[in-house]
């Protein structure tokens, strides 16, 4: 079972950035994809971004796009960019590992181990 750990959440105002790491233990010869996902108080978790496996090609959901930036650090560990932030924001954040495909799907059932989250709060 790969572990997945997040780091870097907190408070904010409206207009600053954030960066969020994530780092999934496992094989250091194995490159996984990798995804963020977001779930506010009341609302499902949702597709935030995610990076592929062989390629290292973003992808955003559109709330996100132009603000927020997905990259990869070493083989298993991402960071999340998050520039602008704005109250809608808000959430926790969690990390997913897909081990089995090589692309990024934004369906929560596709990914295989998930983090424990980390809070990112954005105030007016």
């Known amino acids: 079972q790969v572990q997945v750990i997040e780091s870097g959440g907190g408070l904010v105002q409206a207009g600053d950035s954030l960066r969020l790491s994530c780092a999934a233990s496992g094989r250091t010869d194995t490159r996984y994809t990798m995804a963020w996902f977001r779930q506010a108080p009341g609302k499902e978790r949702v597709f935030v971004a995610g990076i592929d496996q062989i390629r290292d090609m973003p992808s955003y959901a559109n709330a996100v796009e132009g603000r927020f930036t997905i990259s990869r650090d070493n083989a298993n560990t991402v960071a999340l960019q998050m520039n602008n932030l704005q109250p809608e924001d808000t959430a926790v954040y969690y990390c997913?590992?897909?081990?089995?495909?090589?692309?990024?799907?934004?369906?929560?059932?596709?990914?295989?181990?998930w983090g424990k989250g980390t809070q990112v709060t954005v105030s007016l």
């Open positions: 997913a590992v897909d081990q089995r495909r090589r692309y990024v799907y934004t369906g929560t059932g596709y990914y295989d181990s």
